[in-house]
């Protein structure tokens, strides 16, 4: 079956540190590849995807290239703000069907000023 | 532009009582429906989808139900609740069909079971 892993956390920067949370999934054929924040208390966002391998998705600095060869999606920011305090998700859909959604099991970041 | 809505936001119920948890979409037609629940500290588990009015599948056994009663609102259920029913419950949606769009999240709901 299809199964995403996430790097455990939690993970602690100092603000502009240099972000990597990895993620690496199990799936036939040619998943969509997503990442969601959760911000305190708040639903999920999604904040990036690729759709084919090799693409990369970006959104307020962060992004993700969808590496088919090392089936991996691992998510970067160069310079972390203390607002990107989260909890991050990486995900997939199953090519072909849009009924669910396999998520990791999430990262807690921290920032500290 | 789609939106969705969850209420109430937080709730506090003693065990034993009943529970209604209701999710609204606004902006699109037969969307896919879905209830997970998050505990505290952890991923996300899927509860329930629908593809379409009364059609609803479980993925976990347990004693929550949902139902759809129109197109667009999905609810979410319990004669008896538990302690371990407490927990942030998240609504969803997605375009039908479409397996590059991903899922759009609702605000959640706070459940305190005491």
């Known amino acids: 079956g299809n199964s995403v892993t996430q790097m455990e956390g939690p993970v602690t920067l100092s603000e502009e540190a240099f972000l990597t949370i990895n993620c690496t999934y199990t799936a036939t054929g040619y998943p969509s590849l997503f990442w969601y924040v959760q911000y305190p208390g708040e639903g999920l966002q999604l904040l990036l995807k690729?759709?084919?391998?090799?693409d990369k998705g970006s959104n307020k600095g962060f992004e993700a290239t969808y590496r088919k060869e090392t089936t991996s999606f691992h998510l970067e920011k160069g310079s972390v703000q203390v607002s990107d305090s989260a909890v991050y998700f990486c995900?997939?859909?199953?090519?072909?069907?849009?009924?669910?959604?396999?998520f990791g099991s999430g990262t807690q970041l921290t920032v500290l000023p | 532009s789609q939106t969705i809505h969850q209420w109430p936001a937080t709730l506090v119920q003693p065990v034993g009582s009943p529970l209604s948890l209701e999710c609204t979409v606004e902006g699109t037609s037969n969307p896919n429906l879905y209830w997970y629940r998050q505990a505290a500290g952890r991923g996300l588990q899927l509860l329930f989808y629908s593809v379409g009015i009364g059609q609803i599948s479980s993925e976990v056994p347990q004693n929550l139900s949902a139902s759809r009663p129109q197109d667009r609102q999905f609810i979410l259920s319990s004669k008896k609740l538990l302690l371990s029913d407490s927990g942030f419950y998240l609504c969803?949606?997605?375009?039908?069909?479409?397996?590059?769009?991903?899922?759009?999240f609702g605000p959640g709901t706070r459940l305190t079971v005491t």
């Open positions: 969803a949606w997605s375009v039908p069909g479409e397996s590059t769009y991903g899922q759009y």
């Open positions: 995900a997939l859909s199953p090519s072909g069907s849009a009924r669910q959604l396999t």
């Open positions: 690729a759709t084919k391998a090799d």
